[in-house]
Every structure is written in structure tokens, then in C-alpha cells.
């Protein structure tokens, strides 16, 4: 059981707008930055967003939110290419560990 | 271009030993915090490992602490990671990862270790 939840599986079509979240607490998301982590068919992953900034390559169709205990991945104009593994990460001070989400699988319809 | 090269994983016994080596080019490899992190065949990523700059601070997931050993050659920009005392459960692809401001930003390709009998 992951400290951080996330969906399971989301899908959308292309050129749609979707939302993936990352609930935690305040032990780690309402605290820390959150990373996202985009992984295709297990290769290695790639960071897609540390905290609201992009990270190097990555366009700008990706962005990202936080509210209280829960961050959000948000594609804006979706793309088949999108279709992915995304995870969530950040610290968590009471388990004095880096936590992982157990991961959404992105499907591109 | 920032790279990172996992090295050395394969096919070991249960209680066996395997030393993961992380080859790092293109960034200034003194500068950074750098992490293991592992995924089980068909699961998600679990955090292993953080070092520091310098070697001295080194943060482990309960699961491995005792067993494995991450440590830094910044003469080599190399990374590695010692696992001893290998169990079935630590079969996992190891990725090697730079942090940035204590979040990965780039990560290497996976070396596969497999601890079975």
C-alpha cells in the first residue's frame, strides 16, 4: 500500500484536457514538493514536473497544481505519444522516507 | 547532456552480494544528491537510496537498511550501491537518479537484478 494515492488508470481522448491526481497528507504533499514521473512501457522514467516547473524537454502542455494534500498533473491537449505510467513522489518526514503513488496509467484513446 | 549509466546488475542466489555501479557525465557529479530507486517486475517505483555531495549523509528505505551500502566516487563520478544478504524480494530493475533540490531530475536506464536459487 502506497503512502500517496492514485488513480489506477485514467484515458482520454486526443487534444482532451486530463487531470491526474496524488493524495497524501501533510506529512508529505501538504508539505513538500511534489515530483511526476512519466514512465513508457517500464523503460526508464523521465521527470515531467518538479513541483509547478517543468522540467528540461518537457512541453508545455504539462502542468502541475497543489492543493491542500493533493497535487495534480494536468495535460492540456492530450497526445497519443502522452500515453504512459505517470507516478508521484515527494518526502515524508514522518516516515523519514521518499514515497512513491503506486502510479496511474495514462491511455490515450 | 546529463547521463547516467547503470552497470552490474544480474542473476544472484538468495543471501548473495551484487555491487550496482551509476556512470555520470555531462554535469558537474560533485554538485548533486544522487538516489537509487528500484521496480519490482510489473509493480511501481520504491525509493532505495540517497547520498549527499560529499558521501557523509546517506538515507535508506527500511527495507534495505543494513543490507545495501550507497556510497560516491566524485574522483570517478560514479555512484554505486553494495546489496548484501540479496532476498527473492529484492528483484527489481535499479535505476540510478540525480536529485535536484531533493527531487529526481534525471534518471539512467534500469540494470536488472534478479536474486533467485
Known amino acids: 500500500q502506497s503512502a500517496l494515492t492514485q488513480e489506477a488508470s485514467v484515458s482520454g481522448t486526443v487534444g482532451q484536457k486530463v487531470t491526474l491526481s496524488c493524495t497524501g497528507n501533510?506529512?508529505?504533499?501538504?508539505?513538500?514538493?511534489v515530483g511526476w514521473y512519466q514512465q513508457i512501457s517500464h523503460g526508464a522514467p523521465k521527470t515531467v514536473m518538479i513541483?509547478?516547473s517543468l522540467a528540461s524537454g518537457i512541453p508545455d502542455r504539462f502542468s502541475a497544481s497543489k492543493s491542500g494534500t493533493t497535487a495534480s498533473l494536468i495535460i492540456s491537449g492530450l497526445q497519443p505519444e502522452d500515453e504512459a505510467d505517470y507516478y508521484c513522489?515527494?518526502?515524508?518526514?514522518?516516515?523519514?522516507?521518499?514515497?512513491f503513488g503506486g502510479g496511474t496509467k495514462l491511455t490515450v484513446l | 547532456e546529463v547521463q547516467l549509466v547503470a552497470s552490474g546488475g544480474g542473476l544472484v542466489q538468495p543471501g548473495g552480494s551484487l555491487r550496482l555501479s551509476c556512470a555520470a557525465s555531462?554535469?558537474?557529479?560533485?554538485?548533486?544528491?544522487m538516489r537509487w530507486v528500484r521496480q519490482a517486475p510489473g509493480k511501481g517505483l520504491e525509493w532505495v537510496a540517497n547520498?549527499?555531495?560529499?558521501?557523509?549523509?546517506?538515507l535508506y528505505v527500511d527495507s534495505v537498511r543494513g543490507r545495501f551500502t550507497i556510497s560516491r566516487d566524485n574522483a570517478k563520478n560514479s555512484v554505486h550501491l553494495q546489496m548484501n544478504s540479496l532476498r527473492a524480494e529484492d528483484t527489481a530493475f535499479y535505476f540510478c537518479?540525480?536529485?535536484?533540490?531533493?527531487?529526481?531530475?534525471?534518471w539512467g536506464q534500469g540494470t536488472l537484478v534478479t536474486v533467485s536459487s
Open positions: 537518479a540525480r536529485d535536484n533540490g531533493g527531487t529526481p531530475d534525471y
Open positions: 555531462g554535469f558537474t557529479f560533485g554538485s548533486y544528491w
Open positions: 547520498v549527499d555531495q560529499d558521501g557523509r549523509e546517506k
Open positions: 501533510n506529512n508529505n504533499v501538504g508539505t513538500y514538493t
Open positions: 513541483g509547478n
Open positions: 513522489s515527494t518526502w515524508d518526514y514522518r516516515l523519514n522516507a521518499w514515497v
